[in-house]
């Protein structure tokens, strides 16, 4: 029995993204594959944003039905077609939360304290209360800020990409990025000074 002629002619698996997006304004195999792709990097950032799995469940789907619908429009405009996915998640997340009227919480994990580039960051969070305290303070960013820290540290995004699915410029999101970072150190120095005396206390048994 012969293949059908799309899968004699596409090897799917081996096809680069934008091969594949030709394809898939035709082909919904092509689509297949790059909803393999894509799902579980999808449905996480969903998760993170919404922090329940039976709505990320709920929310990747309409994701991948929404991208499926307009794929024909799909443009490449120098950014990863996974971009393109991110975008419109972000977008049904912010329609969530605006519908719930839920406040915009991001839900952290340690992997986003890891990947913080301070100069020692295992200093910082060497202890679970130390852990506990950064997560408060990046809790206290602005949901903007958050989102991006969820893109860079946990999604591993560009700042290219990451300015595609925030509507922003590269330059703006490297700007936001390093005002960030310092709003972080600077919150952290305060922390530590006010707990000085507290430790000098405990460290002479006073």
Same mark, same amino acid.
């Given at each position: 029995?012969?293949?059908?002629?799309?899968?004699?002619?596409?090897?799917?698996?081996? +096809?680069?993204?934008?091969? &594949?997006?030709?394809?898939?304004?035709?082909?919904?195999?092509?689509?297949?594959?790059?909803?393999?792709?894509? *799902?579980?990097?999808?449905?996480?950032? *969903?998760?993170?944003?919404?922090?329940?799995?039976?709505?990320?469940?709920?929310?990747?789907?309409?994701?991948?039905?929404?991208?499926?619908?307009?794929?024909?429009?799909?443009?490449?405009?120098?950014?990863?077609?996974?971009?393109?996915?991110?975008?419109?998640?972000?977008? &049904? *997340?912010?329609?969530?939360?605006?519908?719930?009227?839920?406040?915009? *919480?991001?839900?952290?994990?340690?992997?986003?304290?890891?990947?913080?580039?301070?100069? +020692?960051?295992? +200093?910082?969070?060497?202890?679970?209360?130390?852990?506990?305290? @950064?997560?408060?303070?990046?809790?206290?960013?602005?949901?903007?800020?958050?989102?991006?820290? &969820? @893109?860079?540290?946990?999604?591993?995004?560009?700042? +290219?990409?990451?300015?595609?699915?925030?509507?922003?410029?590269?330059?703006?999101?490297?700007?936001?990025?390093?005002?960030?970072?310092?709003?972080?150190?600077?919150? &952290?120095?305060?922390?530590?000074?006010?707990?000085?005396?507290?430790?000098?206390?405990?460290?002479?048994?006073?």
């Amino acid at each position: 029995m012969s293949e059908p002629a799309n899968q004699a002619q596409h090897d799917y698996m081996e +096809a680069e993204d934008a091969q &594949l997006v030709e394809w898939a304004k035709n082909d919904t195999e092509a689509f297949g594959e790059l909803y393999t792709r894509y *799902v579980q990097k999808i449905y996480n950032y *969903v998760y993170y944003r919404t922090g329940n799995h039976h709505d990320a469940e709920d929310l990747t789907s309409r994701v991948f039905y929404r991208a499926l619908g307009h794929i024909g429009n799909y443009t490449d405009r120098g950014v990863p077609f996974s971009a393109w996915l991110y975008r419109i998640a972000h977008n &049904l *997340v912010a329609n969530w939360h605006r519908d719930r009227g839920r406040k915009k *919480v991001v839900p952290l994990e340690d992997h986003i304290i890891s990947g913080l580039p301070f100069d +020692a960051p295992e +200093a910082i969070t060497e202890t679970q209360e130390e852990r506990e305290r @950064l997560l408060a303070s990046i809790r206290e960013l602005p949901e903007d800020r958050q989102q991006l820290l &969820l @893109l860079k540290f946990v999604e591993r995004l560009s700042n +290219a990409e990451i300015g595609a699915i925030m509507d922003r410029t590269e330059g703006a999101i490297k700007s936001l990025y390093h005002r960030t970072l310092l709003s972080l150190r600077t919150i &952290l120095q305060q922390q530590e000074d006010e707990s000085q005396p507290e430790k000098r206390r405990k460290r002479f048994g006073l």
